[in-house]
């Protein structure tokens, strides 16, 4: 059993609060990820849970075992370092074994485990060598190996991609999936990067000055943000965020941007403010070369030609947008479009707070590709 | 919420915790508050006693009644002057040499590293071989028709040549000691200062002058206040190269503890050396200051 | 590279200045081995043998047989080995603690190891030779050693300080998560690999105190140590002698920067910094 549970936690460091009243529970065997910008808290939550660094306040538990006062090694944990921490004066085999001979295991089982967990990262032929004779990518297996070796409940990674180059990264990010799909243990996992967070997360909990600001599987942490920070900070590009009011007019309902209005569905009555932004993606834009009925216009500013899609940085009054079109429109800068921005998929927020208003009506997009340039 | 018993019991673990660098510390505060501060303090005490233990200026109006004091205490200066000027520039030219990365650089480096090992004893022993009246310079000298016949360069009456003798000694001995911190503090020069430099002009003279020596500043500073510190505690090599022909302040101390057994007018000697190295500290420190907005970082 | 001039000339300037400068250094040393290794007659020849063509241990023999020249040999290995094992022992926790934890006293701290460099070893040695004499421990290797000990603990502290800090706490942390305690921790990883930086720390002391010669001969009468015996007996010894010991004193630690050179450069002057 080894789902973990953390209780109000705060840690500070001298006046500040590094993570500042965190309520937060994984259940057993989930793959849980810890997103946000540096400074966060992220990894300061982590640690905590590792037991090192001490709680300022909160429980921690692991399993039904409360592991606030435990150090480390009693708490059955298992951690992948950002900088691996590869014992430099140690063989890659003995760094594996490493954790198995704290256990005091037979040596036959040490063998086998060690064994297999090299099989598993790939890295057979490499038992014999040092740290200093392994590149990067080598030495993030061998950490990678020494934390699967233990069978630990509970796996804890530190941005284990974030120091490997983009073309590595993208295959570790597919073949750690894979691995610790394949596994029983609980995984928390941090990183700053969103599209590994969307790509590995069963759930992501998306942190923002010490507090979790969304906790969510990555569909709804996409499409669904809780704030103007989540939907900034998820998606690429960020998603697009206008001044917007919302108008009756009649028995019709208005919305109003900058660059123009368009009608909203009756049941969008709830909505009726003046102090409202109005939230879409870059990719629920629709784009029409003609003017029409309900479509807001606005001016081509840069087209970026990016293969799979086109990106469209759009004037749309005082507001600048980023609009994606399929791969098969150019519309050039300087030229006019009118954008349909679909009732459904926008989100809208409190002007002031930033917060996510929910009106019930999101539909979450179930076809949209997410898009990552 | 933590209850209280629970606060309590992190805040009674963590003070024992936070407790564990002062417990690491400890033994090497004791062991040098008994054998360092404590006889300092001591030191200071003897200088201002008299033999009965009354306080007493008769320690300190000895030693300055001393003809051997005057002459200890120029003689010394003398060195300094002499020395440290010329060890700086060696230095200096050693730091630059070994940091351009000349082929055979481990071997020099191992070369220029020696002198470290050696002590002034040794290196007034290995000098006075030389310098001796039937020693190696004389026999090069001669061997090569500059002199005819050999020559005193250990002369007790020339007060001039003792100090050339001593200084070529010292010299030898602990330019080394300069050129390791200029060294590290040249290494600490970013390479994009010295190479802009370059590609605006600057020759090799100008860029050492006015690239390598304003950022060698902090280095220059350190290196220059130990050695003058260490200057003013000059001893052995003079003994061995000048018998008695010459002082220094830290002879006079020895003489005075172990020859004359009054170890009152030894302390002042020592607490003199004390005040002078101090002196040139501030000295240097505010000579040498590098106005904060003008610091690296 | 500061750009020593890359053309010809320049560096063709620079390998005859290295080349004389390392001849500066090397040729005293030479001279004196050579010295050492002559015969007894030979060294009051003149003019001097500059090739060594008439080597012979005669020198050295007078010099070993002498009145208690091989005990003052023994006796500065016995403080060396003193000294290197206290300062060890009592710096390296204090190391350990500047590199690894940031307490309020730790900047004071370590200004304070600074700043004994400025302090002469003459100003504690002279109320240690007068303590010493009350307590009735002077004229012993014991005295000397606890003087050398206060000499170079400060020092100590900081090189070691300076190679915990170089060790990444990541992986003490990492043991710590793979089933170690602190001290196992501490013992597993972060000692193994400070090792090489803490026995450049002992070459460190075994040359200071090898060649320390004022507070030896200040602390000592009869139980003297190399150096102390050679400055007492400048004076009354024969030129023989005075060489073959001039050799001894060097020899040792000559050999010993060679295997510490590129330590010193990197300790050394982090520390002074």
């Known amino acids: 059993m080894a789902e973990i549970r953390f209780e109000t936690i705060r840690k500070t460091f001298g006046s500040f609060a590094a993570v500042d009243g965190v309520d937060l529970e994984v259940k057993d065997g989930e793959f849980m990820v810890l997103l946000g910008p540096s400074g966060c808290g992220k990894t300061t939550l982590l640690r905590c849970l590792a037991g090192l660094e001490r709680v300022d306040g909160g429980r921690v538990f692991i399993g039904d075992r409360d592991a606030t006062d435990l150090p480390p090694r009693r708490r059955r944990i298992a951690m992948v370092f950002q900088s691996y921490a590869v014992f430099p004066h140690m063989k890659v085999y003995d760094n594996i074994a490493f954790g198995l001979r704290m256990q005091k295991e037979k040596k036959a089982v040490i063998d086998d485990r060690v064994r297999s967990a090299a099989e598993l990262l790939h890295i057979e032929d490499l038992l014999g060598r040092y740290s200093s004779q392994l590149s990067g990518g080598q030495r993030q297996r061998v950490a990678v190996a020494r934390a699967m070796a233990t069978k630990a409940d509970v796996l804890l990674m530190d941005e284990p991609l974030s120091n490997l180059d983009a073309l590595l990264r993208l295959e570790m990010r597919a073949e750690l999936k894979s691995l610790l799909q394949n596994l029983d243990a609980t995984t928390i996992y941090v990183t700053h990067d969103q599209i590994e967070a969307l790509s590995m997360g069963d759930r992501i909990a998306v942190m923002n000055k010490g507090r979790i600001v969304q906790l969510g599987n990555p569909l709804e942490v996409y499409d669904n943000p809780a704030d103007t920070f989540v939907g900034g900070f998820i998606g690429n590009p960020p998603m697009n965020f206008l001044d917007a009011e919302v108008v009756a007019n009649g028995g019709a309902v208005i919305a109003k941007v900058s660059g123009g209005s368009f009608e909203l569905p009756v049941e969008a009555a709830a909505l009726v403010r003046h102090d409202l932004l109005l939230g879409i993606r870059a990719e629920a834009i629709r784009v029409e070369t003609t003017s029409a009925e309900g479509l807001v216009r606005a001016k081509v500013i840069v087209l970026e030609p990016l293969g799979s899609h086109n990106l469209l940085t759009v004037q749309c009054g005082e507001d600048t947008l980023k609009v994606s079109v399929q791969p098969d429109l150019f519309p050039q800068p300087d030229s006019d479009v009118w954008l349909r921005l679909e009732p459904a998929r926008i989100r809208w927020m409190d002007r002031e707070r930033g917060t996510a208003i929910h009106t019930g009506a999101e539909e979450l997009a179930t076809e949209t590709a997410i898009v990552i340039s | 919420m933590t209850t209280i018993a629970q606060e309590t019991t992190l805040t009674r673990r963590r003070r024992r915790w936070e407790a564990l660098p002062y417990w690491l510390i400890l033994p090497t505060v004791v062991y040098l508050g008994l054998f360092f501060v404590w006889p300092m303090i001591q030191g200071f005490g003897l200088a201002l006693r008299d033999e009965d233990g009354n306080w007493s200026w008769s320690a300190i109006d000895t030693m300055v009644n001393d003809a051997a004091f005057g002459k200890a205490l120029s003689f010394t200066f003398l060195l300094i002057v002499v020395i440290v000027p010329i060890q700086f520039v060696l230095a200096l030219g050693m730091a630059l040499l070994l940091n351009a990365r000349l082929r055979g650089a481990g071997l020099f480096l191992y070369i220029f590293l020696l002198p470290l090992a050696i002590s002034d004893l040794a290196a007034g022993i290995a000098w006075s071989a030389i310098f001796t009246e039937r020693g190696y310079l004389n026999t090069i000298l001669e061997g090569v028709g500059v002199l005819q016949q050999p020559f005193i360069f250990l002369d007790p009456t020339s007060r001039t040549q003792l100090v050339i003798a001593v200084a070529a000694a010292e010299i030898w001995r602990s330019t080394t000691f300069m050129m390791v911190i200029l060294f590290a503090g040249l290494q600490g020069i970013p390479k994009d200062y010295v190479e802009a430099s370059e590609v605006f002009g600057a020759g090799f003279f100008q860029r050492v002058r006015h690239v390598i020596l304003p950022m060698l500043k902090p280095s220059i500073q350190v290196a220059i206040l130990l050695r003058l510190i260490f200057a003013f505690e000059v001893f052995a090599v003079v003994i061995a190269l000048t018998g008695s022909g010459a002082t220094v302040l830290a002879a006079e101390a020895y003489k005075w503890q172990v020859t004359n057994e009054n170890e009152h007018v030894a302390a002042a000697y020592s607490v003199v050396i004390l005040g002078l190295s101090l002196a040139a500290a501030a000295v240097v420190l505010v000579a040498l200051r590098t106005p904060r907005e003008r610091r690296l970082r | ?273």
């Not at chain 3, 005859?16 to 390392?22: F, G, H, N």
């Not at chain 3, 602190?182 to 450049?200: D, E, K, N, T, Y």
């Not at chain 3, 200071?208 to 010894?237: G, H, I």
């Open chain 3, 1 to 273: 590279m500061t750009g020593l001039p890359r053309i010809r000339v320049g560096r063709a300037l620079a390998y005859v200045a290295a080349l004389a400068i390392s001849a500066f250094i090397l040729a005293p040393i030479y001279l004196i081995t050579l010295s050492a290794f002559s015969t007894f007659d030979a060294v009051y020849d003149y003019p001097k043998n500059l090739v060594p063509n008439h080597l012979s241990m005669e020198s050295m023999n007078v010099f070993l047989d002498s009145d208690g020249v091989t005990d003052s040999l023994l006796r500065s290995v016995y403080v060396a080995v003193i000294t290197i094992v206290a300062c060890l022992a009592i710096g390296t926790p204090a190391g350990y603690a500047l590199a690894r934890f940031s307490f309020r006293a730790a900047n004071p701290f370590q200004l304070a190891l600074v700043s004994t460099r400025a302090f002469p070893l003459i100003i504690i040695a002279v109320p240690l030779a007068v303590t010493y004499i009350r307590v009735g421990i002077d004229d012993t290797i014991y005295g000397v050693a606890m003087a050398h000990i206060a000499f170079t603990l400060p020092l100590t502290v900081l090189v070691t300080a300076s190679v915990f800090a170089g060790i990444s706490y990541e992986l003490e942390e990492a043991a710590m998560t793979l089933g170690c305690s602190r001290l196992s921790a501490f013992g597993r990883v972060a000692l193994p690999l400070a090792l090489p930086g803490v026995a450049a720390s002992a070459i460190f002391i075994f040359v200071t105190t090898w060649n320390e010669v004022f507070a030896a001969a200040l602390l000592t009468l009869r139980n003297r140590t190399l150096p102390a015996q050679m400055l007492a007996a400048l004076d009354t010894s024969p030129l023989p002698y005075r060489l073959a010991g001039g050799f001894f004193l060097l020899a040792p630690a000559l050999v010993v920067i060679f295997f510490i050179r590129k330590y010193l450069l990197t300790t050394w002057g982090r520390v002074a910094r």
